[in-house]
């Protein structure tokens, strides 16, 4: 097995990010909830991608690439992370976003356009657009640059959430199931498979905010990222669990994660995002109300940040 630490690796966030528990979500429920604070990641407004990018920025680095391209939506958290990331690092990012969602100064907008980000829109759904546009711009820079994919999810970027597996693990407390959000798939990808690396006995479970086939996408990704460790390990429907949190549509707000917003903001103090983190927390509520989770078990939600779009969408 070729270990995390042999890969390349440039350090963005602060890690590792805080557990603790939701005291009055928990009585609530009757259940033992905690959350793993992945948005106090400490760049940016914090986040899921930040992990994601200390590898995939590390391998833009190896290959000679001072300029990234990323891509997503408008009011993408992956976007702006990246460019946050990117500018720490004195590299340039060059966002090419789709045309789609609240593209006024607004969110992520509004970051990019205070770190002076280069932001170009593509009226398109079609990500072979995209690439296309990113090398027709890279071409005009002359110089090296580095394709990242939408939400840094490939093989490369799934390894920041194997390696938070692992921190999960060295915090101390047995998690039966762990709950996250699944937009473009790296970070469960990742998770599931550091579960079965490093946890064992917890159950990894995504709540889809998207309309992609995560049942394809969650072991394709899975394995790959196995195969970049060098693990051979067989990767079957068993080692993951999806549900379908996605309501009206990526990116538009759902009433049950509109409703998860307001008790996590109310009960917690803490906030989550429409997109997301509200949408997959709609999913642990209603998991904790089919009794999915049993009375002694602990239950780990994963903040994926979002922060963002609080201040955009809705
Ligand atoms: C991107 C994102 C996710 C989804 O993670 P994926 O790895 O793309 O599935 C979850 N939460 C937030 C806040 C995000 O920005």
Do not use: W
């Not at 072979?128 to 005009?140: L, N, P, V």
């Not at 996408?217 to 669990?241: K, N």
């Amino acid at each position: 097995m070729r270990t995390l630490e042999n890969f390349p690796r440039v350090r963005l966030g602060l890690f590792p990010t805080p557990v603790h528990k939701l005291e009055n979500i928990s009585l609530l429920l009757h259940r033992n909830i905690f959350i793993k604070r992945d948005d106090l990641t400490g760049l940016g407004l914090g986040g899921n991608k930040i992990r994601k990018l200390e590898f995939l920025l590390a391998d833009a680095r190896a290959q000679g690439a001072e300029i990234v391209f990323t891509t997503g939506g408008a009011q993408s958290n992956h976007a702006m992370l990246t460019a946050a990331a990117a500018g720490k690092l004195g590299m340039k990012a060059v966002l090419v976003l789709k045309k789609r969602g609240v593209t006024e100064c607004v969110g992520n907008q509004f970051l990019e356009r205070l770190m002076g980000t280069e932001v170009r829109f593509v009226d398109t759904d079609d990500y072979a657009d995209i690439y296309a546009e990113m090398d027709r711009i890279g071409k005009e820079y002359g110089q090296p640059y580095y394709k990242i994919p939408c939400g840094g999810s490939n093989a490369l970027g799934s390894l920041g959430y194997v390696d938070c597996a692992r921190e999960i693990a060295g915090q101390g407390l047995h998690f039966d199931h762990i709950v996250c959000a699944e937009g473009s798939g790296g970070t469960m990808a990742g998770l599931a498979l550091g579960a079965k690396l490093f946890l064992p006995g917890t159950k990894v479970h995504g709540m889809m905010v998207d309309t992609d086939p995560f049942d394809r996408i969650t072991p394709a990704l899975m394995r790959e990222a196995a195969q970049l460790l060098g693990i051979s390990m067989e990767i079957t429907q068993q080692d993951f669990s999806l549900r379908d949190m996605c309501g009206p549509g990526y990116a538009i707000p759902s009433e049950a994660g509109n409703a998860a917003v307001t008790l996590m903001a109310e009960r917690e103090g803490i906030f989550l995002d429409p997109v997301y983190t509200g949408k997959a927390f709609a999913g642990l509520l209603e998991m904790a109300e089919e009794e999915v989770f049993e009375e002694k078990e602990n239950i780990l939600f994963l903040h994926s940040g979002g922060a963002g779009g609080l201040f955009a969408i809705q």
